[in-house]
């Protein structure tokens, strides 16, 4: 398949997705807002409309209206008298109404054009997408990187964080911007609808085998890569001429797969010994004299 | 505002409005350096707001608030917070030394790599909580008692001057409230303030220089804590004895 330069392209593009997104994944999944990515991804649909019906970049529109949603779902869970999950339900119904009802306005009209974005169109990416992704993958690595450490507090304990001196708003802000720009990067791999999943899956597949944060991230992204170039691999092998498998869902299925598994291989992990790993309901452990 | 030297919080004539109630009302308190000041009082006096608004993290609604002597704090690494959780919190697992790592935030600017003595400093947190054994495991799969100790631990690895600590007994069987104890009193004799938010001092009794007792948002009582019995802060206070037969289920399995 690596014959192919739009297959080559598009490996690049999943493999770089798959680091990324579960990357900003794992401090998402630990603020417990597993589906902002979700929010966002619906947001980002009447981005790219705009785009769409102005005839300009529907990515350029989708980084603005995503960027702008992600910060309202901010202000809304902070300020708002709305609990987070109405707040995000709020803008998944908005995002995707306002996605379709733009684009009919768009020249042709026809809301098939969404379609690609929806599900994904990884085989179309070209040169110059790639370059984007790239810039766009690089972009949220270095701050992560950067900013990491006080994410980490503010995702774990937001009043603790506060109470440290950490821009607490400053930083839920970043963090909601950056997960935008994930999603936008992802859009074209997995489509908008399924973009969260590569944010969420491989992190809750990771922390079946995990004790901590650092080995949760870095396992994750070693998932998402396998679920990207596996599901992109799948797809093309199977994909006959009748039939016609779509890249962005096999990712996504593949992702799920490894979840199961490590589910399976987490399970034999704790009945080996408790403490072993992280995830589920706390053992019994003997008493705290033990460790004084 | 007249500016003590030594004093760590003043708070003068402070109110809080927490949607539409007053949960704070005209409270005046000084807290200086040294002391060792239990907050006491029944569920819902406001004692956890009152540290919480101490540190700035609610809003006063009216009122004058100073931390060393200025309205701002700019220097949070003095500060230690030990708020009041039913678990170390977040949706990933962690470990014990990742947690109380993040504590040094403070300390560590934000391009600093983590230095020799910021391990040294999380590692005498680790000892000084007794969980030094602890720090490879996942912290949500402790028990109550070892997450508090956690959260503890987290507070004093950011080496601070001061330390606030909400009700830091919740949970904690015997020994570990006697460990915890003997853990503030090194502390303590370093020279650190401690503001304790409590429902009955226990082992801590000896420790406390100075108590508080809110009810109702005001301030009831100060001075010496409460005789007799120690532990009953207050009147009407539906006080649960730690060796009576305790009527709510507790969330505490240590």
Not at chain 1, 203 to 214: H, I, K, M, N, Y
Not at chain 2, 99 to 121: H, N
Not at chain 2, 159 to 171: N, Q, R, S, T
Not at chain 2, 177 to 184: K, P, Y
Request: hydrophobic share 50%; glycine share 12%; with cysteine.
């Amino acid at each position: 398949m690596l014959a192919y330069d739009f297959m080559r392209r598009a490996l690049l593009a999943a493999i770089l997705i798959g680091l990324a997104a579960p990357a900003v994944g794992t401090f998402i999944v630990q603020r417990r807002l597993a589906l902002l990515g979700d929010g966002i991804g619906h947001i980002a649909l009447t981005g790219v409309a705009f785009g769409l019906v102005t005839s300009t970049s529907p990515v350029l529109g989708a980084v603005i209206v995503s960027a702008l949603g992600a910060i309202a779902i901010e202000l809304l869970r902070t300020r708002g008298r709305t609990g987070g999950d109405v707040a995000l339900a709020l803008l998944f119904y908005g995002g995707l109404a306002g996605g379709v009802l733009v684009t009919n306005f768009a020249p042709g009209g026809s809301t098939s054009n969404l379609l690609a974005y929806l599900f994904g169109s990884i085989s179309s990416v070209s040169g110059q997408d790639l370059w984007v992704i790239g810039g766009l993958v690089a972009a949220v690595l270095a701050l992560l990187a950067v900013f990491g450490r006080e994410l980490f507090l503010l995702c774990q304990d937001e009043e603790v964080a506060r109470a440290s001196g950490v821009p607490v708003r400053f930083l839920s802000m970043l963090l909601a911007v950056t997960a935008a720009l994930t999603i936008v990067v992802a859009m074209r791999v997995v489509g908008l609808l399924l973009v969260s999943a590569l944010m969420v899956v491989p992190v809750a597949a990771s922390q079946q085998l995990t004790r901590g944060f650092r080995a949760t991230a870095g396992l994750a992204m070693i998932f998402g890569v396998l679920a990207a170039v596996g599901g992109l691999a799948g797809s093309y092998q199977f994909s006959t001429g009748e039939v016609n498998i779509s890249p962005g869902p096999a990712i996504v299925m593949v992702a799920l797969g490894l979840f199961v598994l490590a589910s399976l291989g987490g399970l034999l992990l704790r009945r080996r010994g408790p403490g072993r790993v992280g995830s589920g309901a706390s053992d019994p452990l003997p008493s705290t004299e033990a460790s004084r | 505002m007249e500016t003590m030297t030594d004093a760590v919080f003043e708070l003068h004539d402070g109110h809080v409005r927490l949607d539409g109630r007053e949960i704070l009302s005209g409270i005046d308190l000084t807290i200086r350096e040294g002391e060792v000041v239990a907050l006491l009082g029944a569920n819902g006096s406001g004692k956890s707001t009152l540290v919480r608004a101490l540190l700035g993290l609610i809003p006063l609604s009216s009122g004058r608030r100073a931390v060393f002597g200025s309205p701002k704090i700019s220097d949070w690494g003095r500060i230690g917070y030990v708020p009041q959780r039913l678990e170390v919190g977040g949706g990933v697992p962690s470990t014990v030394r990742e947690i109380v790592s993040s504590g040094r935030i403070a300390r560590q600017s934000r391009f600093r790599l983590t230095s020799k003595a910021d391990r040294a400093a999380v590692d005498r947190a680790l000892a000084a909580t007794g969980i030094a054994g602890l720090a490879r495991r996942s912290a949500s799969r402790l028990s109550g008692g070892q997450q508090q100790r956690v959260l503890i631990a987290r507070a004093l690895a950011g080496e601070p001057d001061v330390l606030i600590m909400d009700e830091p007994l919740a949970g904690v069987d015997a020994a570990n409230q006697d460990a915890l104890a003997s853990t503030l009193a090194g502390l303590v004799a370093q020279g650190r303030t401690v503001v304790l938010v409590l429902h009955e001092l226990g082992p801590l009794a000896p420790l406390i220089t100075r108590s508080v007792v809110l009810d109702h948002g005001r301030v009831v009582h100060r001075g010496e804590p409460p005789e007799p019995t120690g532990a009953c802060a207050e009147p009407g206070h539906d006080h649960l004895h730690p060796h009576a037969p305790v009527g709510a289920p507790s969330v505490w399995k240590a």
